[in-house]
């Protein structure tokens, strides 16, 4: 169906092979270039299966940004990066493995919630090492592949399941390390903080992992003017509203609409920042 809705645009399924045997369902691509474009953004979601207001989301302000594309920024959307754990509705993937917590990249992480390798039984498994999940190095090259041919670019990557607030996440989520585009951030968290009231944080003030992604990608890419954020929606919030069928990742049916928008709303904000990003 979200290949139909958008079958004007350039689309692909990745890695439908390693899902044959399960779902015959792979990672979808979408992606609306303008010629000559030095500008993208990426906006991706579905790293963990029960996550699904993130992954409304994600569709939903690919397609605000797309009905207002300007002529310099280039859109893409990865909204299913976990198949087999959206069809399954569990945060790991078929291995049992936390994608965002599958990637080289090691700091002093709280130990369990930060990632572990004690067992798979257990949730927030990094995997047997790192980058063992087709899923973590389809992402790390599609990224990579793309990011080169831009001068600026933003990825903005939408999750749930934490806190009472919205957050909006920049590097490092593995260090406290100063950020080195972080002034460029702080130029943008102005306008985001006053239109939408996300909040805009480092990571790792709120929640340091180890094997973060986007770490992982920013890192291989520092040469570049290229920020990756992260969108994690509160819906600890929502958890009052209907006692009898908590649900710590999204929120209940009467209120997906308006927390769905307030993620559209960000993300257009972030689209306007990016077209006039000049420096």
Sequence with gaps: ?????????STEIHL????????????PSLSSLKEGSKKAIFLTSGIHGPERIGISSAIASFRELLNNQTSNVDLYLLPFMNPYGFFRN?????????LMRNSPIYGKSPF????????????????????????????FSYLNS??????????????SGFGFSDRLWFPFSYSSDKFPLENIVNEAKKRIERATQHKVIQQSKS???????????YLSNWDKKYIPLTVEIGTWRHLGFNPLKWDLFNPPD???EEVVKKQ?????????FMENWND
């Design 112 to 139: 369990f919630f930060g990632g572990h390798r004690v067992s798979s039984t257990l949730p927030y498994y990094m995997g047997p090492h790192p980058v063992s999940e087709v899923e973590s190095g389809f992402l």
């Design 1 to 9: 169906q979200l290949l139909e809705d958008f079958e004007n645009l």
């Design 146 to 159: 793309k990011i080169s041919n831009y001068d600026k670019i933003i990825s903005l990557d939408f999750h």
């Design 207 to 217: 929640y340091k992992i180890s094997g973060d992604l986007w770490d992982w990608i």
């Design 16 to 27: 439908k092979e390693e899902f044959i045997d399960s779902w015959k369902f792979g990672i």
């Design 90 to 98: 569990q945060r790991s993937n078929k291995n049992n493995v936390d």
């Design 254 to 256: 009467n209120l997906k």
């Design 264 to 272: 559209t709303k960000l993300a257009s904000v972030i689209s306007d």
